[in-house]
């Protein structure tokens, strides 16, 4: 999927204007959902261990963090290498802002969203241990409607956005606006810089 993103949303193609700006925004965000759903997989994974693992708790062999901690330790270097995969391969080939360090900052953003979304998906199937019952949004309670601020996309769009258009080629001035804070506040973000770094890693 890097490669295909790297071809649809080619530098060489691509301004620093405020039509481009979407352009890149779009990037970020398929980058944000593609790293999202690959987390799916966890929940039918956790699903078709849920059945051992209760008859081993019930028959008192471990306690269930026995499993939690070291499920979600063995996640860690699957995060890292898709979220170092995706950067290394779209960051300068999108032509996304040059600096170095904003490079790595999309890095850890993006595996925050990573670690966040096999969290969650785990997280789902415990909570409702069946397929049919984790996949099908009818089957949601109401109260999860407010998932919007408890979703860990919320909080990884900002902080991708916040990463690439407060850069200083995105400080261009064009009809008394800067192009971007324009098209960041577009999308009504706000520019709470760490709060969108920190709240991730809060969700695992």
Request: overall charge neutral; some cysteine; hydrophobic content about 55%.
């Amino acid at each position: 999927m890097a490669i295909i993103t790297m071809t649809v949303f080619l530098r060489a193609e691509l301004d620093v204007d405020v039509i481009d700006a979407n352009y890149y925004m779009g990037a970020l965000f398929f980058a944000l959902i593609i790293l999202l759903v690959d987390g799916i997989p966890e929940l039918s994974m956790t699903i078709a261990r849920l059945e051992v693992f209760h008859k081993q708790k019930k028959l008192c062999f471990y306690p269930a963090w026995a499993y939690a901690i070291p499920a979600t330790i063995l996640k860690v270097p699957l995060s890292i290498i898709e979220s170092l995969a995706w950067t290394s391969l779209t960051y300068y080939v999108i032509g996304y802002s040059p600096e170095v360090w904003r490079f790595f900052c999309q890095f850890i953003l993006l595996f925050a969203v990573h670690f966040t979304s096999v969290s969650m998906f785990r997280f789902l199937a415990s909570v409702f241990q069946t397929m049919v019952m984790s996949m099908a949004a009818a089957s949601m309670p109401v109260w999860l409607k407010w998932g919007f601020w408890v979703s860990p996309i919320t909080y990884g769009e900002i902080g991708l956005s916040v990463n690439e258009f407060l850069a200083p080629r995105w400080q261009k001035v064009r009809h008394r606006k800067v192009i971007g804070f324009c098209t960041y506040g577009n999308v009504g973000n706000t520019l709470d810089n760490w709060i969108q770094l920190l709240t991730p890693y809060t969700f695992c």
